[in-house]
C-alpha cells in the first residue's frame, strides 16, 4: 500500500472519530438538560379543611402534607359545614385551629423562655404566599379578624393577649387603633422582619361578601402583595414599608380563623425561597436516564477507538 495513501487514510479516520466525539459530547446538553431553580416554591404545610378526626393531641384536621396537622381549640370547636370544594371549617369568632411550631416550657420559672421545636419548616424565613378560600357573611368585632396568622410569644405565660403577630392574612375590622384608617372589610398582609420590624398593607376596598372568594397574600423580592380571585389589588400601606429588608422572624404557631366568623376552605402555605432549591447549573436526568448512559457509553467507545487508532498509526512499522 502506498504510504502516503496509508497516511492519508488514517488521518481521516482520526478526524471522522474526533468529529463524533465532539458530536455527542454538543449534544449532551440536549440529552441531559438543565432544569432552572424552583420558581413556585415548596408547600410546607395545605389543609384541605375538609375533615376532622381525632388523634393524641385532641381534634385536628389533617395537613396534607402528613406534617403540620391543625388542632381544633376553642370552648365550641369549628364545625364542618359544605364548602367551596367538599367541606370546609365555620369558625364563631371564639375558636380556631391551631398548629404549633414550637412549645414553650413554662415550667420551671426561667429569665428566658425555652422552647422545644415541632414543625421548624413552618418558620419561613424570606419570601412567602399564604392563600385560602373564605365566605363570609359578617364581621367580628376586632381588629383582626384572623385567616391565617403566625405569632410569637415573648414569655413563658403564653396568654393570646401578649401574643405577637408575625406573619399573616386577615380581614381588618373593629376600631381603628393609634391613628390607623382603613375600609372595614379591607384585606390585610402582613411579615414582621428582623431589620424592619412591623410591616402591613391593606387593600383600598372590602372584600365581597356571602360569597366565596380566593385570597392570597404574597412576600417576594419586590415586596408584599394581596391578590383576590387571581387578581393583584391596589394597596396602600398601613404600617412600616411595602418592602421590608430582612427575613421572617421566628414563630411558635399559626392559628387559623381566630377572632373570625368566616368559612375557611383549602389552605396553603408555601415557602418561595427554599434553601433546597436546584440550582441553575445542575442536571436532571430522571427522566432521561437511559439516554444518559448510552450517551456516557458512546463517549467511552469513541475516546477507546480513538485512542485505539492513535496507538496502532505511532506503533504500526512504517512500510
Known sequence: MDPVSTMAQKNFTA?????????V??????????????????????????????????????????????????????ILVD???????????????YVPIKFVVGFPPMSEPMYVPISQNLDIQKYVQISAWIYVSSLYDSAY?????????????????????????????GTPENG?????????????????????????????????IKVEFRRDVTGMHLYLNGNKQTTTVLHGIQNPSG?????TEYYFGHDSLATID???????SPS?????????IGPNIMIAIIAVALIFAIAWLLRRVIQLWIIRPKI
Open 180 to 212: 390607623e384608617q382603613y375600609v372595614q372589610g379591607a384585606l390585610s398582609g402582613y411579615v414582621m422582619t428582623d431589620n424592619d420590624g412591623f410591616n402591613e398593607i391593606i387593600t383600598t376596598q372590602s372584600i365581597p361578601f356571602n360569597q366565596w
Open 276 to 284: 433546597t432549591n436546584i440550582t441553575e447549573d445542575s442536571f436532571d
Open 145 to 173: 379578624n384572623h385567616i391565617v396568622t403566625k405569632c410569637t410569644h415573648p414569655d413563658q405565660t403564653c396568654d393570646w393577649q401578649n401574643t405577637i403577630r408575625i406573619l399573616g392574612l386577615s380581614i381588618r375590622a
Open 83 to 97: 364548602g367551596k370544594y367538599d367541606k370546609a371549617l365555620e369558625f364563631n369568632g371564639q375558636n380556631a385551629v
Open 266 to 272: 383549602n389552605i396553603k402555605i408555601t415557602d418561595l
Open 25 to 78: 459530547t454538543l449534544l449532551s446538553p440536549i440529552f441531559l438538560p438543565a432544569t432552572t431553580s424552583q420558581s413556585s416554591g415548596v408547600t410546607v404545610g395545605e389543609w384541605a379543611m375538609d375533615q376532622i378526626k381525632p388523634s393524641d393531641s385532641g381534634t385536628i384536621t389533617p395537613d396534607n402534607t402528613a406534617i403540620n396537622h391543625g388542632i381544633l381549640v376553642g370552648e365550641a370547636e369549628p
Open 15 to 23: 478526524k471522522v472519530l474526533t468529529f463524533c466525539l465532539l458530536l
Open 247 to 251: 427575613n421572617i422572624l421566628n414563630g
